[in-house]
């Protein structure tokens, strides 16, 4: 249904509804990206319209990031390395101490993948190793949890 609108394609301050969405901080840099001879680019892109595009739309830079370690960790976890050089097995063991390190920051909360699960459970059982009383407490722990 349209509007009766006596100003007819015009519109007066107040007189509309406001559709803007408005973020103070990308306001705030798009302001300053220009001042007077000086360029600010935050990214170096050959189309930094469409990468601004994904990163607001889509998924920011960690959640990209993450979604590659997790690709790479569950294809190398399932991959032969029987062939792989010292160097190449060494780039292996840090891109994995890398994804745990990650895995540590992101702290309170780890989704339940696969590859998630599996680094859990590459955990209990070093702890079985190293401590055998809290093993077996958590996994006791884990068995009233998931029996319910």
Aim: aromatic share 10%.
């Amino acid at each position: 249904m349209a509007k009766n609108n006596p100003a007819g394609p015009f519109q007066f301050p107040f007189s509309g509804d406001v559709t803007q969405a408005i973020n103070p901080w990308t306001w705030w840099l798009r302001l300053m990206s220009q001042i007077g001879f000086i360029n600010i680019n935050l990214t170096k892109s050959s189309d930094p319209e469409m990468e601004r595009r994904i990163t607001e739309n889509v998924a920011g830079y960690g959640k990209q990031l993450g979604r590659v370690i997790e690709v790479l960790e569950a294809l190398l976890a399932n991959s032969a390395t029987t062939g792989w050089s010292a160097d190449q097995k060494k780039a292996l063991g840090d891109f994995f101490e890398m994804a745990k390190e990650i895995a540590a920051v992101k702290g309170d909360y780890i989704a339940p993948t696969k590859v998630n699960v599996d680094r859990f459970l590459e955990g209990i059982r070093q702890l079985e190793e190293k401590d055998e009383k809290e093993y077996r407490e958590i996994v006791e722990r884990l068995r009233k949890e998931l029996s319910t």
